[in-house]
């Protein structure tokens, strides 16, 4: 065991906390009409990464200090197993048929949030609360999302953004 990822699981969760939080509060529409535990978020989140087929793999991979093929080898097992695990990913709603390519499953309005939160943990624990931003410019072209889906994301950051330039506009006067 890592005091180095224990610390940065309990930091995301916070994270994906404060996010969840800030959600409800300012933007309670997003729950209204869809079955939301968010009590049951705050406690599960990324909880498999706690078994040992996750942690280990991780811990050895980002706070191990060597990247041999074997490190790899079980960092990509562990992240495939945590998405196959964790329906608040997208990859968890891209599905691969045998004779037909992929096709993108249009995700619950319960994972697209926390999700996003998710994606937004990050920028609560580095206080830039805007970073979400350019994350998401920078990776939407590799995200695969259902057309629906990929609605309801850009429709909930675009709100963010908004309510955060309007808590700006607000403490400047």
Not at 3 to 10: Q, S
Not at 70 to 91: E, F, G
């Amino acid at each position: 065991m890592s005091l180095e990822y224990d610390n940065y699981l309990m930091q995301h969760r916070n994270g994906v906390n404060k996010s969840l939080e800030w959600l409800q509060k300012n933007c309670s529409y997003l729950f209204e009409n869809i079955e939301f535990n968010a009590l049951e978020i705050q406690l599960s989140h990324d909880k498999s990464k706690n078994d040992p087929e996750e942690y280990e793999a991780y811990d050895a991979y980002f706070y191990g200090g060597n990247r041999s093929y074997q490190v790899v080898q079980d960092y990509k097992r562990a992240w495939l197993r945590h998405i196959h695990h964790n329906p608040h990913h997208w990859q968890y709603w891209v599905l691969i048929n045998d004779d037909e390519g992929t096709e993108c499953i249009e995700m619950p309005m319960q994972y697209i949030i926390e999700m996003i939160c998710d994606w937004w943990s990050f920028s609560w624990v580095s206080g830039n609360l805007y970073e979400i931003f350019n994350w998401y410019d920078n990776h939407k072209d590799q995200i695969k999302l259902h057309d629906d889906t990929l609605y309801a994301v850009e429709s909930i950051l675009d709100d963010i953004k908004n309510k955060l330039d309007a808590e700006s506009d607000a403490n400047e006067s």
